[in-house]
T-cell receptor, first 111, second 116 residues
Framework: RKEVEQDPGPFNVPEGATVAFNCTYS??????FFWYRQDCRKEPKLLMS???SGNEDGRFTAQLNRASQYISLLIRDSKLSDSATYLC????????????FGTGTRLKVLA | EAGVTQFPSHSVIEKGQTVTLRCDPI?????LYWYRRVMGKEIKFLLH????????ESGMPNNRFLAERTGGTYSTLKVQPAELEDSGVYFC??????????????FGPGTRLTVT
């Protein structure tokens, strides 16, 4: 079983739609959680850190459920420019700061 | 502020040759990480430096890989001798000093390595 699991998609949605991605992680001792965005043949770029109480940044909302070991990302009012792969990332247990990546979820926003 | 830079952007070498990848972290970032993505798989951790010290090298695949960070600034990752399965994209990332907080990592553009 992978440490971080994501639905690879692709998710094809029309402009203006709301789309949600989910991610589960296996290590209950994981400390920090992130969503990164990766465009084709580019590096991962930090989209949001995920706070325990959930957090919002414009059209993006992230939620964390430690009991279920589940992270989500909601994108409202999708734009064409949101088309990318969204990577769920979990920071390892205390003492090391290595990232554990999911395989990513591909999003394509259609005109 | 300059981001993480990596050199070269692409490298094509033959099996058995040696390649050295370089990473310059964001200025002032003590933490430097190497990751690798092979085709069709998720990005995987290789190792973590804090300044010039190796903090965690649990992800290094074998002793053909050697990472250094002399002086605690830039880092090099040498693959010698390269094998076909070493092909992939090698990312470097950096983050600020330890303490509380998220320690967000910022990634360089990667080096695409092809071993033929």
């Amino acid at each position: 079983r992978k440490e971080v699991e994501q639905d690879p998609g692709p998710f094809n949605v029309p402009e203006g739609a709301t789309v949600a991605f989910n991610c589960t992680y296996s290590n209950s001792a994981s400390q920090s959680f992130f969503w990164y965005r990766q465009d084709c043949r580019k590096e991962p770029k930090l989209l949001m850190s995920v706070y325990s109480s959930g957090n919002e940044d414009g059209r993006f909302t992230a939620q964390l459920n430690r009991a279920s070991q589940y992270i989500s990302l909601l994108i409202r009012d999708s734009k064409l420019s949101d088309s990318a792969t969204y990577l769920c990332v979990v920071n390892s247990i205390s003492g090391t700061y290595k990232y554990i990546f999911g395989t990513g979820t591909r999003l394509k926003v259609l005109a | 502020e300059a981001g993480v830079t990596q050199f070269p952007s692409h490298s094509v070498i033959e099996k058995g040759q040696t390649v050295t990848l370089r990473c310059d972290p964001i200025s002032g970032h003590d933490n430097l990480y190497w990751y690798r993505r092979v085709m069709g798989k998720e990005i995987k951790f290789l190792l973590h430096f804090v300044k010039e010290s190796k903090q965690d090298e649990s992800g290094m695949p074998n002793n053909r890989f050697l990472a250094e960070r002399t002086g605690g600034t830039y880092s090099t990752l040498k693959v010698q001798p390269a094998e076909l399965e070493d092909s992939g994209v090698y990312f470097c990332a950096s983050s600020q000093a330890r303490g509380t907080g998220f320690h967000e990592q910022y990634f360089g553009p990667g080096t695409r390595l092809t071993v033929t």
